[in-house]
Every structure is written in C-alpha cells, then in structure tokens.
C-alpha cells in the first residue's frame, strides 16, 4: 500500500510538473543520471527527472526504495534508500519511469558485493605428518598476523586486502597434539585461526612379521656357522617389518668352553624363523624398538612386548627379559627367584651343580611354542627402546648342566601360533611386537 501510494504522489507530481509546461513545446522526459554505483554499505542517493509529460515510476526491488520526491518547475528529484548488502555477491536493480507519448527510461542502481572481513577458516586440523597448511585473509586495507608459535612460519605476515596466506611447519613427531594460534589484525580488530596438529597414533611401535618376511631373513639372518671365540653382535640381524629397528645376537667369548663340533650355529626357519643354536647365560638376545613417526618414546607410557618363542631340551627354560631405562637394565615383568640342581652335564660328566638365580619368563615344555608377553613403562623418554632376554641358568630345559655347547641350546622367535596345550597350532601369524597400551 505504502509504495502504492508513493507511486500514485510521483504520478500526481509528475502531472503537476507537466501541466505547467506550454502546450506547444515537443514532449520530452530525462533523467539525470541513467546508472549510479553504491557501496555494499549503503545509503540514501539522488536523482533529477525533467518531463513535460505525465510519467508513472516503477521498481520491484525491496532492497531500495523511494522515500520522497520534491518539485521545481519540470523537475522532480527522486530521494532513494538502498539497504546494506549483506551479500558476497553485487547485485543490480532498476527504477522506470514511463511516460507519456515519450520513449520509457530507467534508472540503473549498481551495489557492490559485502567485503568479508576477517580469515576464512577459524579452525585448521592436520594429521602428524602434514607439514602445510593455508587460509585467506579477507576485507581491505592492511593486516599483520602473528604466531603463538615460533616453528609456524606464514608467509606472508602482512599484506593489503585479501590475501592467501601459507603456514609452513615441522611434522608432529610426539603423543601429543600440537595446537597454535595465528593472530590477524586489521583495523585494529583481531581475529584467530587455530591450527590442531594431531598426536602420532599410539599404537605398534615396532614389529617383525616372520612369515610375510622369509625371504628378506633368510639372507639377512641366513644359516651358518659363527666364531664361539669372538665376543660382540655377530653379523645376522633382523629388520622391522613396522617401523624402525632391529632384532640381533651377542655372542659372549665362549673359548673356554667345549662344543660338540658342530659350532655356534644360525638359521632362518621355513616361515622366517630367526634361530640360534649353542646359546648360554653370557649371550642374549637384542631387540631395538622405534618408529620414525615418533621423535622420541615417550616417558610413562605404558607399552606391551609379545613374541612366540621356542627352545630345544638343551637350552635353558628359565630366562630374563629387560628394558633399558636411562642407563638401567631393568626386568620387563617381575622377577622370581629359584634354585636348580643338576646331576650330569650336556657332556655326559657328572657332578654336583646348583645354581640359585633370578628370571621372569619361564619355557614350560621344550619344544613347544610359548607366548610371552609383558607390559611396563619407562620413567625417561628414549630414541628407541632397547629390549634384552638372556638364559637366566646353565641348567638346561632336560635338568643337564650345560657344561658342553650343544646344538640343542637352541633359541629362537617363530611365526608358529603358541601351542594350545599339548597341541601344535599350524598358523603362522605371530610377531615379534612392541606397542602402546591404549
């Protein structure tokens, strides 16, 4: 109605303008200005009519409107109201006036698009490995950012208008997520984008898939003979199939004592068996643990080692597991105490030997295959965990004195599922693994 009624006042005006004109002068209407830009905030506008002629003023648009006329003689100056354009995108409308016995004219008004002001994105998350990321800076006029954090590199850091701003950074190699800020200003109002680095996934640190590795063991473990006399990590290892590290053999100076003439023996089984054959308490076994995801192994997380093992009669079936901690060589599960006596020696002498020692792993049957799996936690943060398992005794899984290295000292990590009982599992999935307890 409102609009309606100011249509039919321009027409009326419009009438009144014309009326006063000479009857003998040719009929005639013109605008002032026949297109007029307005900024996305705004505002009230003017234009000029000059007519001798009855004309009618009409526009569909709500977001301006005409909100009052004034007259002079043939002119009319139209005031118009155009509203904020809370849009990102301009838009146009038009104003027509039509009159009589005169060609129709309009009046085209132009507003530009609302110019965000701010940063696109408020929140930035990243996975551990991602080292980039991007937002804009929107609106006009200059802008400074800066960063909580000092490894967070933008580029730029200051600029004009809108701007695409790269942020470059380290990976998170840490069991923590990595939050930074980044402060923009412009104009003196401040706004924040947050970039969330996630934790690296607390999982399998390290692992050995035998069977999916025969190949790779069977040269780099290999099969052979070895120096009993030549003290230090002999030259076969095990790689990680997850992560980084690697599973290794020390063989003590064994000059002193005798052998059944076959020698210190290695081989890879059938479905990558790592194996060693002569093993006593001066040797042990090495696994190194990492993950290049991680920097470092984290301080008082808890974590759990698993493997399949297996011995043969002649080995010892009482053994000790431990962890490096610092400088410390501590038991990866609780330790227990006992004492064995040994009649007759793996050489066929007799005697009288008692041993009392201390262990934490204990081979129930020779020749079965066992899982052994402990939990435990570091109190100081490591590059690698370094894990050791040694015979604990010299009296062997049969009750002998291993007086005399024998073939049957044999020790080993296997791909066979445990034993169920006194039945052999046909599988052969199992690793040797190092992980966090979630």
Request: glycine fraction near 8%.
């Amino acid at each position: 109605m409102k609009n309606l009624l100011l249509r039919f006042l321009v027409c009326v005006m419009a009438g009144l303008a014309a009326a006063s004109c000479s009857d003998d002068k040719p009929s005639y209407m013109n605008l002032s200005d026949k297109e007029i830009s307005v900024s996305s905030d705004g505002g009230i506008l003017t234009m000029t009519v000059t007519a001798n002629v009855h004309y009618v003023v009409n526009h569909d648009n709500d977001w301006f409107s005409i909100v009052s006329t004034s007259n002079e003689g043939d002119a009319t100056v139209f005031t118009i109201q155009v509203s904020a354009n809370e849009d990102t995108s301009p838009r146009s409308g038009r104003i027509k006036f039509i009159g009589d016995d005169v060609t129709p004219k309009a009046l085209a008004i132009n507003q530009s698009a609302m110019v965000p002001t701010g940063v696109s994105v408020k929140k930035i998350e990243v996975e551990p490995q991602v080292t980039t990321a991007s937002f804009t800076v929107l609106g006009e006029g200059e802008w400074t950012a800066t960063c909580s954090n000092p490894d967070f590199v933008l580029s730029p850091s200051s600029g004009n208008g809108e701007t695409n701003v790269t942020i470059t950074f380290p990976a998170n190699r840490t069991a923590e997520e990595v939050k930074t800020d980044i402060t923009v200003t412009i104009g003196g109002q401040h706004y924040t984008v947050s970039i969330i680095q996630a934790a690296v996934d607390l999982n399998i640190i390290t692992e050995w898939a035998f069977d999916k590795s025969v190949s790779e063991y069977s040269e780099t473990w290999g099969n052979g003979n070895f120096d009993k006399t030549k003290a230090g990590f002999i030259d076969s290892y095990a790689n990680a199939s997850t992560g980084s590290g690697t599973i290794r053999f020390y063989n003590s100076d064994k000059s002193d004592r005798p052998d059944d003439g076959k020698g210190m023996r290695v081989q890879t089984g059938g479905h990558g068996d790592i194996i060693v054959r002569g093993i006593v308490t001066t040797d042990y076994w090495l696994i190194e643990c990492s993950n290049p995801m991680l920097g470092e192994i984290p301080a008082n997380k808890q974590m759990r080692f698993e493997f399949t093992g297996h011995i043969f009669s002649g080995c010892a079936a009482y053994w000790m597991c431990e962890y490096l901690d610092g400088n410390e060589w501590k038991p990866l599960m609780a330790p227990k105490t006992t004492t064995l006596t040994a009649t007759h020696g793996t050489s066929g002498a007799t005697g009288n030997w008692t041993e009392t020692f201390t262990y934490n792993f204990q081979y129930t049957k020779d020749s079965a295959y066992q899982l052994f799996e402990g939990t435990f936690q570091m109190q100081n943060p490591c590059g690698s965990v370094k894990i050791r398992l040694r015979p604990a005794t010299e009296i062997a899984y049969n009750g002998k004195y291993i007086d005399q290295i024998l073939q049957q000292a044999q020790s080993r990590f296997s791909a066979q599922h445990p034993h169920e009982g006194d039945k052999a599992v046909k599988e052969y999935n199992q690793t040797v693994k190092l992980e966090f307890v979630k």
